[in-house]
């Protein structure tokens, strides 16, 4: 979604998460990985979605994704 419209995907993103019955370390979680995800999306606005995949395995890879919901409350 963030490859054609960054901004609605951070507002339907967001909305979608702040929403959510979760525990505020999962939405957190969730924010900031959607908020990462925005990020290259929109840096790569011609990528497949494989290329994508990569991207976002490399960010896992570099430990930028939250995986644990209570990751977040040690950051």
């Known amino acids: 979604m963030a490859q054609r419209d960054e901004e ?3 507002r339907l993103g967001d909305a979608h998460e702040r929403s959510s019955k ?3 370390p999962e ?3 969730d924010l900031h990985n ?3 995800g925005r990020r290259i999306g929109a840096a ?3 990528a497949s979605r494989e290329q994508i ?3 976002v395995a490399g960010e896992l890879e570099k430990r930028r ?3 644990d919901p209570f990751q977040a409350l040690k950051r």
């Open 34 to 36: 959607n908020r990462v």
């Open 22 to 24: 979760g525990p505020y």
């Open 53 to 55: 995949f990569d991207l």
């Open 65 to 67: 994704l939250i995986t």
């Open 44 to 46: 790569n606005k011609d």
């Open 8 to 10: 609605s995907a951070a």
């Open 27 to 29: 939405v957190y979680m």
